[in-house]
């Protein structure tokens, strides 16, 4: 009897997360999440409730990205199509948040432009530079986890 098998997509797992490119992804993210994080921690602007997204956002994303790419390095995915779904799904919504997060940090720094304290002023405008840089990293893993979890 002949086989019959297509060949799957597969998800990495160990240091492969560390040599597949959506994957590699993972420590980009982190790194310029945790500096939007630490830069909007160091300003005071009002108002507070923008701050507060943008700093859920961070903080949020930050925390389930480490998780998710400790759960990739473990295995714990087990090779399933269903974790290449909730994926794309996760990268989707951190994309979403963090889109939304950026924008909002960016009328509230466009706000302060006229602040006296130009040195708060240019920390606002890397966390918009850097919430930027992350959503796009955030959108290009979302691009590529489509792309897998469509070759399953």
Same mark, same amino acid.
């Given at each position: @009897?002949?086989?019959n098998t297509?060949?799957?997509?597969?998800?990495?797992?160990?240091?492969?997360? /560390?040599?597949?490119?959506?994957?590699l992804?993972?420590?980009?993210?982190l790194?310029?999440?945790?500096?939007?994080?630490?830069?909007?921690?160091?300003?005071?602007? @009002?108002?507070q409730?923008?701050?507060?997204?943008v @700093?859920?956002?961070?903080?949020f994303?930050? $925390?389930?990205?480490?998780?998710? @790419? /400790?759960?990739f &390095?473990?295995?714990? +995915? +087990?090779? #399933?199509?269903?974790?290449?779904a909730? %994926?794309?799904?996760? +990268?989707f919504?951190a994309?979403?948040?963090y889109?939304?997060?950026?924008?909002?940090?960016a009328i509230?720094?466009?706000?302060? =432009?006229?602040?006296? #304290?130009?040195? $708060?002023?240019?920390l %606002?405008?890397?966390a918009?530079?850097?919430?930027?840089?992350?959503?796009?990293?955030?959108?290009? +893993?979302?691009?590529l986890? &489509?792309? =897998?979890? #469509?070759?399953?």
């Open positions: @009897m002949a086989s297509a060949t799957l997509g597969s998800l990495p797992s160990g240091v492969g997360i /560390c040599t597949t490119f959506p994957d992804l993972y420590f980009p993210e790194l310029f999440g945790v500096l939007v994080w630490i830069l909007v921690a160091c300003t005071y602007v @009002m108002p409730n923008p701050q507060g997204w @700093m859920f956002v961070s903080v994303c930050f $925390v389930l990205t480490f998780i998710w @790419m /400790c759960v &390095a473990c295995g714990g +995915h +087990h090779n #399933k199509s269903s974790w290449a909730a %994926d794309f799904i996760y +990268h919504i994309t979403v948040f889109l939304s997060a950026s924008v909002a940090l509230v720094t466009l706000g302060v =432009r006229t602040n006296p #304290k130009f040195q $708060v002023y240019q %606002d405008i890397s918009v530079v850097f919430s930027y840089v992350t959503t796009l990293l955030y959108f290009i +893993h979302t691009i986890s &489509a792309f =897998r979890w #469509k070759s399953f």
